[in-house]
Nanobody
Framework: QVQLVESGGGLVQSGGSRTLSCAASGREVIINDMGWYRQAPGNDRREFLATITEAGYPTYADSVKGRFSISRDNVAKTVTLHMNSLKSEDTAVYFC???????????????WGRGTQVTVSS
């Protein structure tokens, strides 16, 4: 099992910036894609934001393209989301997501963090 812990959430003014980080720990596995999702208040669905492959290739949702930037450190097993030009509609709980392969179990896995709240004040 891979544990994910997000950090960096908090209150930010509209137009401001915030950086979220997520650290993976636990059993030795192959980590492929690392990414970020969010869940807005009153919404029961998690929205895809960005993902980055092990080789460092990012993919972004249209809603954040040009404003958010994802990066990762394969040695430290961390993934970071840099958020710029934040808007009130970016207010949500942000979740880290990791996909990979567990050699010992012989199967792929998906892990989620518990989330970190980002509130953008207008």
């Amino acid at each position: 099992q891979v544990q994910l812990v997000e950090s960096g959430g908090g209150l930010v003014q509209s137009g401001g910036s915030r950086t979220l980080s997520c650290a993976a720990s636990g059993r030795e596995v192959i980590i492929n894609d690392m990414g970020w999702y969010r869940q807005a208040p009153g919404n029961d669905r998690r929205e895809f934001l960005a993902t980055i492959t092990e080789a460092g290739y990012p993919t972004y949702a249209d809603s954040v393209k040009g404003r958010f930037s994802i990066s990762r450190d394969n040695v430290a097993k961390t993934v970071t989301l840099h958020m710029n030009s934040l808007k009130s509609e970016d207010t949500a709980v942000y979740f880290c997501n990791v996909r990979g392969f567990d050699n010992e179990a012989g199967r792929g896995f998906t892990s989620w963090g518990r989330g970190t709240q980002v509130t953008v004040s207008s």
